[in-house]
T-cell receptor, first 111, second 111 residues
Framework: DAKTTQPNSMESNEEEPVHLPCNHS???????IHWYRQLPSQGPEYVIH???SNVNNRMASLAIAEDRKSSTLILHRATLRDAAVYYC????????????FGQGTTLQVKP | DAGITQSPRHKVTETGTPVTLRCHQT?????MYWYRQDPGHGLRLIHY???????DKGEVSDGYSVSRSKTEDFLLTLESATSSQTSVYFC??????????FGSGTRLTVV
């Protein structure tokens, strides 16, 4: 499974946008880019995923570089509830593709 | 999330005893997964299933076995619990190429 690299931690101010980067230079053509987050004392929660094009949903936006070697998760207006560990994961698009978690980025949101 | 439940939520057991954790889903998803989460290691995949009676090993499968006799239930068994298996265990479900839904976790303490 291809690996991802994320900063260990980031800080943001409440109500400001947050850009969480992820590098995945060894990504293959069949890898989907998935983002999950884990709030304290909870299980991980699906945020968004994409293959080549940018994606938007009610939680966030995913911007994927043209060469697919990096991506950015965008939270448009951070709230205190967005403080969590954010995981960027590559998942092979096959029946046996699995989520293999790295260490993620711990996002702190300041009021 | 409704649709996936883990039981028990908490368990304390003695070293050497067998323990079974249950994951139950009402989504009729084909894929089910067991992860463990420990400080400093993040989430690690133990076993997964891609259908009834079809299971495979993940990253940290030693000391664990699984069974899936029907679509809705995925059981994780610690055949002889050890202190190193003290952890938080998460079950997850998914449909092909969609996001995973995680359960709320089972906190297992082996004394």
């Amino acid at each position: 499974d291809a690996k991802t690299t994320q900063p260990n931690s980031m800080e943001s101010n409440e109500e400001e946008p947050v850009h969480l980067p992820c590098n995945h230079s060894t990504i293959s053509g069949t890898d989907y880019i998935h983002w999950y987050r884990q709030l304290p004392s909870q299980g991980p929660e699906y945020v968004i995923h994409g293959l080549t094009s940018n994606v938007n949903n009610r939680m966030a936006s995913l911007a994927i570089a043209e060469d697919r070697k990096s991506s950015t998760l965008i939270l448009h207006r951070a709230t205190l509830r967005d403080a969590a560990v954010y995981y960027c994961i590559l998942k092979v698009a096959s029946n046996t593709g699995k989520l293999i978690f790295g260490q993620g980025t711990t996002l702190q949101v300041k009021p | 999330d409704a649709g996936i439940t883990q039981s028990p939520r908490h368990k304390v057991t003695e070293t050497g005893t067998p323990v079974t954790l249950r994951c139950h889903q009402t989504e009729n998803h084909r894929y089910m997964y067991w992860y463990r989460q420990d400080p400093g290691h993040g989430l690690r995949l133990i076993h997964y299933s891609y259908g009834v009676k079809d299971t495979d090993k993940g990253e940290v499968s030693d000391g664990y076995s699984v069974s899936r006799s029907k679509t809705e239930d995925f059981l994780l068994t610690l055949e002889s619990a050890t202190s190193s298996q003290t952890s938080v265990y998460f079950c997850a479900i998914s449909a092909t190429d969609y996001g995973y839904t995680f359960g709320s976790g089972t906190r297992l303490t082996v004394v």
